[in-house]
């Protein structure tokens, strides 16, 4: 079956609804044995991308994963990345701001931790909590410290989607390709996976009290992503709206997206000058 990923796409000259997003579809295999051997081939081939692609050494690719707990980013990024070497990968996961983040612009510790060229960079949540759990819940606002002026403007969110956009572009004009991930899964779920992390032992360190107060909030945050989704995919950082309640399926879906990226990027192992074939034919020549 043919996984046409455009149509996860986010359409930003449309209102987002995340009520006409399905949250499951129908899968791209037909058996456990199918989707092990599909994601397999999936990560040889962005294995061999990847080598490719830092070799080439002119991009970056920055991969965003946002969603709800429980929604999979974790098992996505695990999984969709096993067959990826260590070294032109990195990856960081965003959790409550520290003391000296919280002194500086809310772009400021993404920024810090983009990828260079040649190499994969993962953010597990990442600068778009600031305009998300920021928007849900007032005190993390507060903990910044903002001048009253830009804390209390009625436009502030809007002014932090214009400077997303701006700073993506900046990264697209650097040769940073940054494609975005929201996992969407169901209150219904997540509910289920919540109480599988109580039910069983070894899922239980997965889970917090603080995670069902967030739950309480569904509403609110589905009304905050509905806003910055719609506000922050562009053609050059695309949004994609990934069913999440399979998560295998949804692993498909992510790898393939980002295999057709990296395909499109047109990329080629650096060709050698006259010099430097020279060069190696004489070190050919020394080691026989």
């Known amino acids: 079956m043919s996984i046409k990923y455009r149509s996860f796409r986010v359409d930003s000259s449309r209102e987002v609804d995340l009520k006409r997003y399905p949250t499951l579809i129908k899968p791209f295999y037909r058996s456990k044995e199918e ?38 980013k974790d098992s996505a990024v695990k999984h969709v990345m096993s067959g990826v070497n260590p070294q032109g990968c990195q990856v960081f996961s965003f959790k409550a701001p520290s003391t000296e983040e919280l002194k500086h612009d809310f772009l400021w510790r993404g920024a810090r931790a983009l990828p260079e060229r040649g190499r994969i960079g993962i953010f597990n949540r990442s600068y778009y909590e600031e305009v998300l759990i920021a928007r849900v819940r007032p005190e993390v606002l507060e903990a910044q410290q903002l001048p009253d002026e830009i804390a209390r403007d009625k436009d502030i969110w809007h002014k932090r989607y214009d400077s997303i956009n701006t700073f993506e572009k900046h990264l697209y004009l650097n040769g940073t390709r940054v494609i975005k991930f929201f996992l969407h899964l169901s209150k219904q779920e997540q509910r289920r996976r919540f109480l599988k992390r109580i039910d069983k032992p070894q899922k239980n360190w997965k889970f917090s009290l603080s995670d069902v107060a967030e739950r309480r909030r569904w509403k609110q945050y589905m009304n905050a992503y509905e806003a910055c989704l719609g506000a922050t995919s562009t053609k050059i950082a695309p949004w994609h709206i990934i069913p999440a309640d399979d998560k295998e399926n949804a692993r498909v879906i992510i790898s393939q997206i980002i295999i057709d990226t990296l395909k499109d990027l047109k990329l080629a192992y650096p060709k050698l000058d006259a010099g430097r074939q020279r060069e190696l034919r004489v070190m050919r020549r020394h080691l026989l």
């Open 35 to 72: 989707y092990a051997a599909l994601l397999s081939s999936h990560t040889e081939e962005l294995s061999r991308l990847q080598d490719v692609f830092y070799a080439y050494g002119r991009y970056a690719l920055l991969l965003v994963f946002q969603a709800m707990d429980a929604a999979g």
